[in-house]
């Protein structure tokens, strides 16, 4: 475990012109709203001096535009409205085959196996790990990228400032907030601004070294940072007001996405609130924890590639509910999320849940 209490500092408020460009480019050119490291990549490019024009070559030239262009071709060519929603298009695919299911043995190996992993891309690539867009990379990260980085965890916070709003709950500056897969700390420097506490959980050591030192780098002294090495070490996961997780369930296993949604709902206090993300649902995805144990023994990940690569995992939106439902909580919002990609595949669901 490592701890460390130092002092908070106020941040710089958002520039909203610059935002608006920023997303009202990428739904002109790429039909989708900004992702939040493209918000804070280009809106960083337009204090730097650059202007609209450049922003549209910039997105045009993308792969991603060049990818939408060939799906809308092929779409028109099946007289297939383009503008319908990847999640409506989902919407006719036959459910996933997904059992969470499993032994305490083989629930530690695959705590065990998710630890291997995060620990050697921490070593690795902290930051790129985290926000997987090669500006992030080791090699390229200066003290820009490496600001940019930090500064998209601002976002994240307002979005879920923007829904507690929505939902007509309190943003309390005396909360105790647990954020699971805190990674290098990019967005639990924010939440540490909010919240007077913030308990930072993640799977890698490395990870940890990299956010404690930020923390300390930011003067900022309310985060606890704990090391999760198995179901014993979410035990520390109790007496809390707010549950945060934003890209991070998706990397582990359903059985472990279980595991720690229900300790989060538990400990939640009266008028907690849980809020993060997942992916709910993807074609062809299917899960068997003494299958995936095989595989990876075999030294094949879930996704079928080396078991020192990131895989990504998907929990039904009904499990989720029914976990939520069974602790006592209450459904505020539930909406599609652009958190991953593959959005012809996969769909990510964002969730604010609280304990009446």
């Not at 739904?27 to 493209?38: H, I, K, M, Q």
């Not at 383009?82 to 006719?92: D, N």
């Not at 530690?108 to 930051?127: C, F, I, K, M, Y």
């Not at 068997?288 to 078991?307: C, F, I, M, P």
Request: with cysteine.
């Amino acid at each position: 475990m490592l701890k460390r209490f130092r002092s908070r500092k106020n941040q710089t408020p958002l520039s909203l012109d610059e935002e608006a460009v920023v997303r009202l480019a990428y739904l002109a050119v790429l039909r989708r709203e900004a992702d939040v490291a493209g918000l804070a990549t280009y809106r960083a490019a337009q204090r730097g001096g650059q202007d609209l024009a450049w922003l549209l070559d910039v997105l045009m030239r993308s792969k991603e535009f060049e990818a939408l262009q060939a799906s809308i071709a092929s779409l028109a060519e099946q007289k297939t409205v383009p503008q319908v929603e990847a999640a409506h298009l989902l919407s006719q695919e036959p459910p996933m085959s997904v059992d969470p299911n499993c032994s305490d043995v083989e629930l530690q190996a695959l705590w065990d196996h998710v630890a291997r992993t995060w620990s050697q891309l921490g070593n690795d690539e902290p930051h790129w790990s985290v926000l997987t867009q090669d500006q992030f990379r080791t090699e390229a990260l200066d003290a820009v990228q490496l600001a940019t980085f930090y500064d998209s965890g601002r976002f994240e916070v307002e979005r879920l400032n923007t829904w507690l709003r929505r939902g007509g709950l309190p943003i309390r500056a005396d909360a105790v907030c647990a954020e699971f897969g805190c990674g290098v700390g990019r967005i639990t420097h924010s939440l540490a601004r909010q919240y007077s506490q913030v308990i930072a959980f993640d799977v890698s050591a490395p990870h940890l070294r990299t956010a404690d030192a930020w923390m300390e780098t930011e003067g900022i002294g309310n985060v606890e940072f704990i090391q999760v090495t198995g179901k014993a070490s979410l035990a520390a996961l109790h007496d809390i007001d707010v549950f945060y997780s934003i890209i991070a369930l998706q990397h582990s296993p359903p059985p472990i996405i279980v595991d720690v949604l229900e300790q989060a709902f538990a400990a939640l206090r009266p008028g907690g609130y849980a809020f993060f993300q997942l992916p709910t649902f993807s074609t062809g995805y299917s899960y068997s924890a003494v299958e995936h144990l095989a595989r990876l023994d075999q030294g094949v990940n879930a996704q079928g590639g080396n078991t020192s690569e990131m895989e990504v995992h998907f929990l039904p939106q009904s499990k989720v509910l029914e976990l939520a439902h069974r602790a006592g909580l209450r459904t505020v919002e539930i909406l599609p999320d652009m958190s991953v990609g593959n959005l012809d595949r996969w769909i990510s669901t964002a969730f604010l849940l609280v304990r009446d």
